[in-house]
T-cell receptor, first 114, second 116 residues
Framework: AQSVTQLDSQVPVFEEAPVELRCNYSSSVSVYLFWYVQYPNQGLQLLLKYLSGSTLVKGINGFEAEFNKSQTSFHLRKPSVHISDTAEYFCAVSTTGTASKLTFGTGTRLQVTL | DAGITQSPRHKVTETGTPVTLRCHQTENHRYMYWYRQDPGHGLRLIHYSYGVKDTDKGEVSDGYSVSRSKTEDFLLTLESATSSQTSVYFC???????????????FGPGTRLTVT
């Protein structure tokens, strides 16, 4: 079984500052990794994914994440945030095969202020 | 847009009544999922389906049942609703099969269910 830990439940940051949202995972098998964003009263939207290859993946809205196998981490970063980035961010892992399922972290609330 | 709709979008019901939520997709995806979202818990898988009439339990399946009689519809039923089932329910799909399988999931807009 796999699990995901998002270490920070809330991250306050000023506009135009950089941000890092942390995600650590645990799994006995190889996994795929994802970050999703949820704006207020909306569904989840895929930000980026890591399946294989380059450990640095770029997503939408200027976000990127780096897969670190030795530290079992997949931290999300943005060099300069905007007010519009205020949302809840979820890290998730998935195994492969017919019975593949996503396991989500508990989420990090990013609050961007002026 | 993965062509996923959920109905109803909002529902208030009384304890002990049965409730059915519908997820409809227009792109013939094989894999469909039901999650519930609660503060402090993220999203938790209730049930999932890997084809017509092929379903399996997730981590929080007690009190819920599902049916999938055709590819495009995946129904979630609360047999006898309880206050602990007050939540936001999301449906999701996963695209592709076999070597073309992509493991990311795409989510519907959600159904907010309140059990009084």
């Amino acid at each position: 079984a796999q699990s995901v830990t998002q270490l920070d439940s809330q991250v306050p940051v000023f506009e135009e500052a950089p941000v890092e949202l942390r995600c650590n995972y645990s799994s006995s098998v190889s996994v795929y990794l994802f970050w999703y964003v949820q704006y207020p009263n909306q569904g989840l939207q895929l930000l980026l994914k890591y399946l294989s290859g380059s450990t640095l993946v770029k997503g939408i809205n200027g976000f990127e994440a780096e897969f670190n196998k030795s530290q079992t981490s997949f931290h999300l970063r943005k060099p300069s945030v905007h007010i519009s980035d205020t949302a809840e961010y979820f890290c998730a892992v998935s195994t492969t095969g017919t019975a593949s399922k996503l396991t989500f972290g508990t989420g990090t609330r990013l609050q961007v202020t002026l | 847009d993965a062509g996923i709709t959920q109905s109803p979008r909002h529902k208030v019901t009384e304890t002990g009544t049965p409730v059915t939520l519908r997820c409809h997709q227009t792109e013939n995806h094989r894999y469909m999922y039901w999650y519930r979202q609660d503060p402090g818990h993220g999203l938790r898988l209730i049930h999932y389906s890997y084809g017509v009439k092929d379903t399996d339990k997730g981590e929080v399946s007690d009190g819920y049942s599902v049916s999938r009689s055709k590819t495009e519809d995946f129904l979630l039923t609360l047999e006898s609703a309880t206050s602990s089932q007050t939540s936001v329910y999301f449906c999701a799909i996963s695209a592709g099969t076999g070597k073309r399988r992509t493991y990311e999931q795409y989510f519907g807009p959600g159904t907010r269910l309140t059990v009084t």
